[in-house]
């Protein structure tokens, strides 16, 4: 594929975990790559540098996607090195297990920053700057449905971008763009595993039917097919991604 046919893929937060083993995967379907990270230089250095090794395309960005200014200049920056956008992966996100009453202003406005208004941001900008043709898959999550306790204000975050995808899905009518999330369930990634014992761990993992937790490579699989032309016809949808968990 020549670099004037390469489609050009953005996914935030890809240093590290999921989003990492999401940006090698669009890699290796012939994507070219812009690895926006938040804080985490070496690692998103570094993961550039493998997939250039790999005979990929690939940048690294540091972008803050809570900040409008920010997501204006991923998306430039991105444009002038690769060409413009075809596929956004909104992978960005915090989560702080915590009892609602026990949140501070700070830690709420932090979750929606990043989780809610970093999904607006760069959806807004994607309205105006994404080829026609392109995909968008947004990340909420099973917690959604679980409404675990201590996970009211992931949940209410992840619950205010189903919503933006689905309306955002008819917002773009007549571009054939597509607008779907993904809602993994536990994933055995070092976020996920850090500060839990080994019976928490063996507790979360044999919660879904299939008895174990998901692979970084589950979620990205299902974002390869939300990107591939397979998934032409599925729009506007939350894909819960867990193993049959909710």
């Known amino acids: 594929m020549t670099t004037e046919q390469r489609k050009v893929a953005i996914v935030t937060g890809a240093s590290r975990g999921i989003g990492a083993v999401i940006a090698r995967q669009l890699a290796s379907q012939g994507l070219a790559v812009a690895i926006n990270y938040a804080n985490s230089a070496d690692e998103a250095s570094r993961l550039v540098v493998e997939l250039r090794q790999a005979g990929h395309q690939a940048i690294a960005i540091k972008a803050d996607v809570a900040n409008g200014?920010?997501?204006?200049?991923?998306?430039?920056?991105?444009e002038a090195k690769l060409g413009k956008v075809d596929v956004l992966i909104n992978n960005a996100g915090i989560l702080k297990v915590l009892p609602l009453a026990q949140h501070s202003d700070e830690l709420f406005e932090q979750t929606f920053a990043i989780n809610t208004r970093g999904t607006f941001n760069t959806l807004r900008e994607a309205a105006t700057r994404l080829n026609d043709g392109g995909r968008i898959v947004n990340f909420s999550s099973s917690t959604v449905g679980l409404n675990l306790p201590g996970y009211a204000v992931y949940i209410a975050s992840k619950a205010a971008v189903e919503s933006l995808t689905q309306v955002f899905a008819k917002e773009l009518r007549g571009r054939n763009i597509t607008v779907n999330a993904v809602a993994p369930g536990p994933v055995a990634t070092e976020l996920f595993l850090q500060g839990k014992s080994e019976e928490q761990i063996q507790?979360?993992?044999?919660?879904?039917?299939?008895?174990?937790?998901?692979?970084?490579?589950?979620?990205?699989q299902v974002i390869a097919f939300l990107v591939s032309p397979a998934a032409d016809w599925v729009n506007g949808q939350i894909l819960r991604t867990n193993g049959g968990l909710v």
Do not use: H
């Open 203 to 220: 507790a979360f993992a044999k919660m879904p039917p299939l008895e174990r937790l998901g692979q970084p490579e589950d979620i990205a």
């Open 69 to 78: 200014e920010d997501v204006r200049r991923l998306f430039d920056e991105t």
